[in-house]
């Protein structure tokens, strides 16, 4: 039985977890959940689940969710250094990081320290400080276990291929929903049309990455990180099926692949799971009902974030913990229809650009860049609002 902690319960990711979870009561059991705001949604999960503690990130909703769960024996904590706290108690076997954005890294950190596996969805957490988290997982000898889908796939191609090197990973991108559009149609899209993904539903950061391929930006970042392979190894397809979700290419010239319908519930799984692969009822793929899978370029010189994610891993230091903390800016105010679609591109490029360069940050360095960052993108915001 392993006792699961779920950072992010009530998000898209956490949700779909308990579902898995749910499919298999005799492998996993539930005995951390934690939700920033949602404390409705947390209270509900947690008298379904009866985990042994809960945090809500938010402190004004402590006595609300504490009040909820008095005399259930569930422990209530508030705040996020409880997130941190939590991820080492003895009784969590695995922690699943799906919260989102920079707030991973910390609890991360923890969780290695305290030699606990990484179900990793967070994928912000190693591009802020990939070069910090992987070298500290393999002195923990803690595995860091993908949950996002092409970096599942990868995982995947290359299991029994550790003395293969790797050539090239293809990571594939759906094109999200503004696919083939032009600068002058992107600068026109709506907050709406943005969160309207054709494939996948998912949280409100993560659709707006995808629309922007930011979201396959950082994914390049994180292949970086878990592969350990360089930006001229990593070659982004698009791919607007959804159905190949991502490749492998050995000095051989072969190629593996991981193929299935979109559905989060399987890489979750797998993460949690591994090394094994558990039977699943999730629908299975079927080739009559995709009589074509197409690949393309993707399109760099409109979608401008991915271009600066390479550029960011190029130059490493704390350059993509200054694109990370920049987006997660430009992003929150693309949804509060303060910025237009390609002026997110336009604030990563700044910050990134002017932020002060660090070549070898610490923990500390990446805490300091991200503060400073994000107060050098909410000034360009506030100069910059529509
Ligand atoms: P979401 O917005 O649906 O859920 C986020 C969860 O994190 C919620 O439970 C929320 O309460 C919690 N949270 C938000 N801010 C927090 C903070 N500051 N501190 C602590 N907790 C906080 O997001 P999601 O779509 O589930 O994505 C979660 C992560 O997984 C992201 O890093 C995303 O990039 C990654 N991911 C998601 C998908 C997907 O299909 N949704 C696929 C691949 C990777
Ligand atoms: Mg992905």
């Given at each position: 039985m392993k006792r699961i902690a779920i950072l992010g319960s009530t998000g898209s990711i956490g949700t779909q977890a308990l579902e898995v979870i749910a499919e298999h009561p005799s492998e996993f059991s539930v005995e951390v959940l934690t939700a920033q705001n949602q404390a409705d949604l947390l209270i509900t999960q947690a008298l379904a689940w009866k985990p042994a503690h809960v945090v809500i990130g938010n402190e004004a909703k402590y006595a609300q969710v504490k009040e909820a769960l008095a005399g259930t024996g569930i422990q209530v904590h508030a705040g996020a250094q409880a997130l941190e706290e939590v991820v080492t108690l003895d009784s969590v076997d695995i922690v699943l990081t799906a919260l989102v954005g920079y707030a991973g890294l910390l609890p991360t950190v923890k969780a290695i320290k305290a030699s606990k596996p990484i179900a990793l969805a967070n994928k912000e957490t190693l591009v802020v400080a990939g070069a910090l988290i992987m070298p500290l997982a393999r002195e923990m000898g803690v595995p860091i276990l993908p949950v996002d889908s092409e970096h599942s796939a990868i995982f995947q191609c290359l299991m029994g291929e550790s003395h293969?090197?790797?050539?090239?990973?293809?990571?594939?991108?759906?094109?999200?929903?503004?696919?083939?559009?032009?600068?002058?149609?992107?600068?026109?899209?709506?907050?709406?049309?943005?969160?309207?993904?054709?494939?996948?539903?998912?949280?409100?950061?993560?659709?707006?990455?995808?629309?922007?391929?930011?979201?396959?930006?950082?994914?390049?970042?994180?292949?970086?990180?878990?592969?350990?392979?360089?930006?001229?190894?990593?070659?982004?397809?698009?791919?607007?099926?959804?159905?190949?979700?991502?490749?492998?290419?050995?000095?051989?010239?072969?190629?593996?692949?991981?193929?299935?319908?979109?559905?989060?519930?399987?890489?979750?799984?797998?993460?949690?799971?591994?090394?094994?692969?558990?039977?699943?009822?999730?629908?299975?793929?079927?080739?009559?009902?995709?009589?074509?899978?197409?690949?393309?370029?993707?399109?760099?010189?409109?979608?401008?974030?991915?271009?600066?994610?390479?550029?960011?891993?190029?130059?490493?230091?704390?350059?993509?913990?200054?694109?990370?903390?920049?987006?997660?800016?430009?992003?929150a105010a693309f949804l509060e229809d303060q910025i237009g679609f390609l002026a997110m591109s336009d604030l990563n490029d700044y910050v990134m650009n002017q932020g002060t360069f660090i070549a070898n940050p610490t923990l500390e360095d990446y805490i300091e860049s991200d503060k400073l960052s994000r107060i050098m993108a909410q000034d360009w915001v506030d100069k910059n609002r529509k």
């Open positions: 293969n090197p790797i050539e090239k990973v293809i990571l594939t991108a759906s094109g999200g929903p503004f696919r083939g559009f032009s600068w002058e149609q992107l600068a026109q899209v709506t907050r709406a049309q943005a969160l309207k993904h054709p494939n996948w539903s998912m949280g409100a950061k993560i659709t707006i990455d995808s629309a922007s391929l930011m979201n396959k930006g950082l994914e390049v970042i994180e292949a970086a990180w878990l592969f350990d392979v360089k930006p001229s190894e990593i070659e982004v397809v698009v791919h607007p099926q959804s159905i190949v979700h991502s490749l492998v290419q050995f000095e051989d010239g072969s190629i593996k692949a991981q193929v299935g319908l979109p559905d989060m519930k399987l890489p979750i799984q797998f993460a949690l799971g591994y090394p094994n692969r558990m039977k699943a009822s999730f629908p299975r793929f079927d080739f009559k009902l995709y009589p074509s899978l197409t690949f393309e370029q993707a399109d760099t010189r409109t979608f401008r974030n991915l271009g600066l994610a390479f550029q960011a891993l190029e130059q490493g230091g704390n350059k993509a913990c200054l694109l990370n903390a920049a987006n997660e800016v430009a992003v």
